[in-house]
């Protein structure tokens, strides 16, 4: 069965997007836990970070890029926490990798 996010990718699910290339897209997560909260997701479907492999670097360091990209865009380049939950235990949710770039408000610790 395909995940939220699969649906997103391949156009089924409407999503308020900022960001798509060939590779990764990014938008609005739909219950924000901050002014800023995004969603960067990769295409290819991973389950989580665990499940990455070498060969999937440069989709990852990719990601990086974007996410810093976004933070200027978005105006929080001076204080933003990028994140991915593995897991259930972690609060993954959504079993397609995904990671969280939150920001516009002052970030508690984690825990
Ligand atoms: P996780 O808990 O897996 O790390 O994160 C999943 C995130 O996806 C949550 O923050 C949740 O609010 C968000 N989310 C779940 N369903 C949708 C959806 O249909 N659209 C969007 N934009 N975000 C979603």
């Known amino acids: 069965m395909k995940t939220v996010f699969q649906k ?21 997560d ?12 990769p295409k290819k479907a991973i389950q ?14 990719e990601i990086l890029f974007i996410a810093n990209a976004l933070a200027k865009q978005f105006h929080i380049q001076d204080g933003f926490r990028l994140l991915t939950n593995n897991g259930v235990d972690a609060g993954q949710s959504i079993f397609h990798l995904h990671f969280h770039l939150l920001g516009g408000r002052k970030l508690g610790a984690l825990g």
């Open 8 to 28: 997103i990718i391949d156009g089924e699910l409407p999503c308020d997007k900022v960001f798509e290339n060939e590779r990764i897209i990014a938008f609005k």
């Open 30 to 41: 739909i219950a924000p836990h901050a002014p800023v909260h995004i969603l960067i997701v």
């Open 48 to 61: 989580d970070i665990s499940h990455a492999t070498q060969e999937d670097a440069p989709l990852l360091a």
